[in-house]
């Protein structure tokens, strides 16, 4: 039969698994491209904050958000074993075959922070999609004012992206501050949870002209919007991104309806003024 | 939009006429008791067709929104996956479709063409769809206890989406066309113009119609407004919350109903299907993610989603239709009897009683 | 017994006790179903049937309605109704069964069953089947069974003053232990782990109690410092056994509720008992890891 005029947008299209790196427990780093080049092209204009639909074979399909900067060359996903897709995708080697459609969602509206501080938190594999804006922001870096990284995990050993937090931690113009809720490991910094970190001494967290990147599970977030509610940050200058369960991610099955919004296309990124409005558990 | 006159005997030469043109034609049967459903027209079932039946609670929204949709087949071999988009074009009328179901068609063409990202499977099943509605003009059949497609706007007459329209007159019967499609069959020669006195004997059905529907949903605008700004008590939520037994059934009836959820099965040692299935959010695992987090875990938070979905003003702006037809479905098949009209009814007593209260605290 | 013949009966997956052993135990297995159920894998033979929809057969309900199921669908290849492999069976062991049709045997059971007088697939496929008794002098059968108009006593109503007591009200048993059926888990779970939505809800709440669970109702979960997920330890006068708790408020306080699915803690709970529909008084405390 004839191809439609109209394109099929639940259509994945093959990719190859370059490599595997080890994050931490039951999380992973995969490196992949398009089979086809032009399709690799196409892709990689995606915004920080998008996802993508990964298909395994004979298994299914699951969103991911995409953990590298459009400015980097590299196109990867970092995924941590939950269900049964994505053990499907940490049993894969490289070589092995698998399917990518993407990328979906609004993306952080990166350029409407220029002139601004940027202050990212972020809890445990809430890194993942972080990470996106870090590295654009920092490869742009004269566009942006102060930038302020708040990493935090359970032990020291869950800390995610650690030779890039090592880097961030050394740039120049940039402030990297790490802490763990259970010290092991000889780990001597700070011992807490994340916002533990905004009342250190030395730290001064901007408020004014400031836009501040939130992602982590639901208890950490809800303590850290407290927290920056409290240092005086305005709903609308809170910005993260959403998870929620979704099968197509092109605003059509449904499942990630909450509110007025379509996670998949109004969404992922949602400042915290609207996520209030949406009105449903994070 | 033009109209035209035909004789009660040859209104199921329509159907030949279609069929003639290619298409294959479902229409409505009675099945037993109070059964009815659509089937496709042959030449043996042909003379069974019903243009006055109670309509079938199976909708003809799966003409366009199949209840499981092949969309791709994924094949594996010497290390590559190849993927094979399945399409099926259908060219297909649905003859006696009612103004209540013609809405819901209406509705999930802005819901899938119109945003976006345009669904191609739902395209193809409806570019080639022609649409004979029937007018519920048969107090006895037509309209059930349910109805309640005057408070919704959407019947017992469509004014428009589509393709021809028949209403019965007595002898005769009225023919409208919606589309130039439509008009076209009018060169045959069982049309004839009509007169004045038809259109007033329209009118007057249609008066007189308006009348008979026992359901009468009167607070349903209100509703609208109430659940659009959030007023409405947790507490009425979770007394329908409480009603619902969770099995999904309104939606599958629903011919406004969207949702669906996608699944990969095997067909052979080394392929694999991807199908999609309708879906229903009053099933907890509708938005429970992998890893065990459920934003919407309690029962009546999934009802308040179905409910704010289908009368939130904002979605009726953005979709140009509201999510419920009036079709009165969901009442028939509620167990918990937490349809449509009993909701509205719950929230318009709800909100009697807040008044009440308030009233006292002055 | 050399040999059993299961018709559509999966009691492997049902069953507490351990039947597959006892299936060994027979020369011949023979399974007639539409699924490869846990008794079918002990089958020496299984013969696959049609499904609902793919033959004309009648059913009969709980609510004593005898009901026709028409063919809509053709079955896949090589697929026959089950009665129809009984009837060539028999007619390779010599015996002359001479069935056409369904509604031949349905004819058949009429003679032979008088409450069935009258229920032929003629009489059956008007209106939504027939309600037995469904005799020959009354065709339409009976809507209520006890009813003055069919000479029965009808039933006598009494209202009771106070709900009965549970059995468990003792100080060591507070609580009442009831087995029953859970929202996706239905008979076997043959055809819910075939429909898309059914099975996800169903494995949802594997995933969420990979071990199984009881349901507690929040206030007794409170009052025993138990919460969602905790290991807990169910005491009845003989037995105890150890299990998840799900605390919901579907559960009644002062209930202990035991999904069917449960095998094992119905097995130790109930014990030679095996009836899951007794009450067992029982004591839930939290079990410390």
Redesign the interface.
């Known amino acids: 039969?004839s191809a439609?005029a109209?394109?099929?947008?639940?259509?994945?299209?093959?990719a190859v698994l370059e490599r595997v790196v080890s994050e931490i427990a039951e999380v992973k780093t995969f490196y992949w491209h398009f089979e086809d080049s032009a399709e690799q092209e196409a892709f990689r204009q995606f915004r920080p904050g998008q996802f993508a639909q990964v298909?395994l074979?004979?298994?299914?399909?699951?969103p991911t958000s995409l953990p590298p900067s459009p400015t980097e060359g590299e196109t990867f996903f970092t995924v941590?074993q939950?269900?049964s897709?994505?053990s499907a995708l940490h049993r894969l080697q490289p070589?092995?075959?698998?399917?990518v459609r993407g990328p979906y969602g609004n993306g952080f509206p990166m350029e409407d922070y220029y002139g601004k501080n940027l202050v990212f938190v972020a809890g445990g594999i809430g890194l993942i999609p972080l990470r996106s804006c870090i590295v654009y922001a920092l490869k742009n870096r004269n566009k942006y004012k102060s930038i302020q990284i708040f990493h935090g995990a359970k032990t020291p050993k869950e800390l995610m992206y650690v030779p890039n937090l090592h880097e961030w931690e050394q740039t120049p113009g940039v402030e990297c501050y790490l802490t763990v809720d259970r010290a092991t490991d000889g780990w001597n910094g700070n011992v807490g949870v994340v916002g533990s970190l905004f009342k250190k001494p030395g730290v001064q967290v901007p408020v004014e002209n400031t836009t501040a990147f939130v992602c982590g599970p639901?208890v950490m977030f809800r303590f850290v919007i407290k927290d920056l509610l409290e240092m005086g940050f305005s709903e609308k200058n809170i910005v993260s991104t959403l998870?929620?369960?979704m099968?197509?991610g092109?605003?059509?099955?449904?499942?990630c309806?909450?509110?007025?919004a379509y996670v998949c296309?109004d969404g992922p990124v949602f400042t915290y003024e609207q996520i209030k409005k949406l009105?449903?558990?994070? | 939009m033009k109209a035209r006159i035909l004789d009660r005997a040859d209104v199921l030469k329509i159907v030949d006429l279609l069929r003639q043109q290619g298409y294959e034609v479902v229409a409505p049967f009675y099945g037993?008791?109070r059964d009815t459903f659509f089937d496709t027209v042959t030449d043996q079932n042909r003379d069974r067709i019903q243009i006055h039946l109670p309509n079938p609670y199976y909708p003809p929204k799966r003409f366009v929104f199949p209840h499981i949709e092949r969309?791709?087949k994924?094949e594996?071999s010497d290390?590559?996956?190849h993927?094979e988009?399945v399409?099926e074009?259908p060219k297909r009328a649905i003859f006696g479709i009612r103004s209540c179901d013609l809405a819901g068609i209406y509705h999930l063409d802005r819901?899938?063409l119109g945003?976006?990202?345009?669904?191609?499977?739902y395209?193809?099943h409806r570019k080639n769809l022609f649409l004979v509605n029937v007018v519920c003009s048969d107090v006895d059949r037509d309209i059930n206890d349910e109805c309640f497609c005057v408070c919704t706007d959407t019947g017992p007459a469509a004014r428009d989406h589509f393709d021809l329209q028949l209403m019965d007159l007595g002898s005769e019967f009225m023919a409208v066309a919606g589309t130039p499609a439509g008009e076209a069959l009018f060169a045959d020669p069982i049309f004839r113009k009509g007169e004045a006195a038809h259109i007033e004997k329209r009118h007057a059905i249609l008066d007189e119609l308006r009348k008979r529907f026992k359901t009468t949903t009167s607070w349903f605008s209100a509703t609208v407004r109430y659940v659009t700004q959030?007023d409405i008590l947790e507490k009425t939520w979770e007394e329908i919350g409480n009603r619902c037994l969770?099995c999904?059934g309104c939606t599958y009836v629903c011919p406004a109903c969207?949702?669906?959820?996608?699944?990969?099965r095997?067909i052979g040692p080394n392929e694999?299907e991807?199908?999609?299935?309708?879906?229903?959010?009053a099933?907890?695992?509708?938005?429970?993610?992998?890893?065990?987090?459920n934003?919407?875990k309690a029962v009546h938070?999934r009802r308040n989603?179905r409910f704010?979905?289908k009368l939130?003003h904002?979605?009726i702006q953005r979709e140009l239709a509201m999510a419920c037809v009036g079709c009165g479905r969901c009442a028939a098949v509620c167990h918990g009897d937490i349809g449509m009209p009993s909701v509205v009814e719950m929230i318009r007593r709800a909100t009697g009683e807040v008044d009440k209260h308030e009233r006292a605290s002055h | 017994m050399k040999a059993l013949w299961l018709c559509r009966y999966d009691p492997v997956s049902s069953s507490l006790f351990d039947l597959a052993g006892s299936l060994g135990q027979f020369e011949l297995v023979v399974v007639q179903h539409l699924f490869m159920t846990d008794t079918a894998k002990y089958a020496h033979v299984i013969l696959p049937t049609t499904a609902f929809g793919e033959e004309r057969v009648s059913f009969t309900s709980t609510e004593r309605r005898i009901q026709l199921a028409e063919q809509m669908v053709e079955p896949s290849p090589g697929l026959t109704p089950a009665w129809e492999q009984i009837v060539r069976v028999a007619g390779l062991m010599g015996a002359d069964w001479d069935y056409p049709s369904a509604a031949a045997v349905m004819e058949e059971i009429g003679e032979v069953v008088p409450f069935y007088g009258g229920a032929s697939y003629e009489n059956l496929?008007?209106?939504?089947?027939r309600q037995w008794p469904c005799t020959k002098d009354q065709p339409l059968g009976t809507r209520f069974l006890f009813s003055e108009d069919n000479g029965r006593k009808p039933f006598k109503f009494i209202p009771v003053p106070k709900p009965a007591p549970a059995p468990a009200s003792s100080k060591d048993f507070p609580l009442t232990l009831v087995c029953g059926s859970s929202?996706y888990y239905w008979n076997q779970n043959v055809l819910i782990r075939h429909s898309?939505?059914l099975r996800?809800?169903y494995s949802?709440l594997l995933?969420?109690y990979p071990e199984g669970f009881v349901e507690l109702n929040p206030e007794d979960a409170k009052g025993l410092g138990v919460r969602d997920g905790h290991k807990v330890r169910i005491y009845a006068e003989a037995a105890s056994a150890v299990s998840t708790a799900r605390v919901t408020a579907e559960v009644r306080k002062g209930t202990v509720f035991v999904p069917y699915f449960e095998h094992d803690l119905e097995r130790q709970i109930l014990g030679e008992r095996r009836d899951g529909s007794a009450l067992v008084p029982v004591r839930v405390e939290r079990e410390k890891a």
């Open positions: 039969m439609p109209t394109e099929n947008v639940y259509l994945p299209k093959t298909s074979f004979g298994v299914g399909e699951f941590r939950v269900g897709c994505t070589g092995d075959k698998f399917a639901p998870e929620r369960y099968k197509c092109v605003g059509k099955c449904g499942h309806c909450i509110g007025v296309v009105g449903e558990d994070i | 037993r008791g969309l791709m994924f594996r290390g590559q996956i993927i988009p399409y074009q819901f899938y945003r976006e990202f345009r669904d191609v499977y395209e193809n959030g969770e999904g969207t949702c669906f959820t996608v699944s990969d095997p694999f991807r199908v999609r299935v309708w879906d229903a959010c099933l907890s695992g509708f938005t429970r993610m992998a890893g065990g987090h934003p919407r938070d989603r704010f979905r939130a904002f979605f | 496929s008007r209106e939504y089947g929202l898309e939505a996800r809800e949802i995933i969420d």
